[in-house]
């Protein structure tokens, strides 16, 4: 039982130029969430999102970042023009179907992709 | 979420039992308690949860305070593997959103 993916691992960009992250939920999970660890802090929730739809994008930089997760396929963080303030760990989780009755928070965690903005 | 406290760092000699505090004075009565771990370069990790008694499963277990302002993280005996920074989080419920704070940054001696 394969956990949550995410790929690449470790990618270098330069400054003004796009990054892209890709994560693979856990089989069966249909909720996403990404977050951002800076160095040196605690991780930082970005957004969630289920298949086809943006539930909440609150802690999401208004501008160059944007997230999707489509029918088909992982899901996507992606960063446009990146500056050395992007430099972090991203880290992608996954949750299974929530009922109206949930109340476990419990979300699984990938390896995250750590980005180095040249 | 209500807000938690934690030491910065402890210490454990490898094979005795380690307690994490966390103090939590804001709690509501609807709030679950949760641990996550971060072991070095990895994403985080589900620990335990709990709401008002004590929990144990295969990893640790939690002991919550009658009154529910302090929470403490127990494992039973610590391994080199459990070097980790622990982080003590109450998201309310049906919350998906998880603060991490700085946590416990825990070391484990040989």
């Known amino acids: 039982n394969a956990g949550v993916m995410q790929n690449p691992r470790h990618l270098v960009r330069r400054r003004g130029q796009e990054a892209r992250l890709r994560c693979s939920p856990m089989k069966g999970h249909s909720h996403v969430y990404w977050y951002r660890q800076l160095p040196e802090e605690g991780l930082k929730f970005m957004v969630y999102?289920?298949?086809?739809?943006?539930?909440?994008e609150s802690g999401m930089p208004k501008e160059r970042f944007s997230a999707e997760f489509p029918k088909e396929g992982p899901s996507i963080l992606r960063i446009q023009q990146v500056v050395r303030g992007d430099s972090a760990a991203y880290f992608c989780?996954?949750?299974?179907?929530?009922?109206?009755?949930?109340?476990?928070?419990?979300?699984?965690f990938g390896p995250g992709t750590r980005l180095t903005v040249l | 979420d209500a807000k938690t406290t934690q030491p910065n760092s402890m210490e454990s000699n490898e094979e005795e039992p380690v307690h994490l505090p966390c103090n939590h004075s804001?709690?509501?009565?609807?709030?679950?308690i949760h641990w996550y771990r971060q072991l070095p370069s990895q994403g985080p990790e589900y620990v335990i949860h709990g709401l008002t008694s004590n929990v144990n499963n295969r990893m640790a277990s939690l002991a919550i305070a009658e009154d529910r302002k302090s929470s403490t993280l127990i494992l039973h005996r610590a391994t080199l593997r459990d070097a980790a920074v622990y982080y003590c989080i109450l998201p309310g419920a049906g919350s998906y959103q998880l603060t991490f704070g700085k946590g416990t940054k825990l070391s484990v001696i040989p």
């Open positions: 804001t709690i509501s009565g609807t709030d679950y």
């Open positions: 989780a996954s949750s299974p179907f929530r009922g109206a009755a949930w109340t476990l928070n419990e979300q699984f």
């Open positions: 999102l289920q298949k086809e739809n943006i539930i909440d």
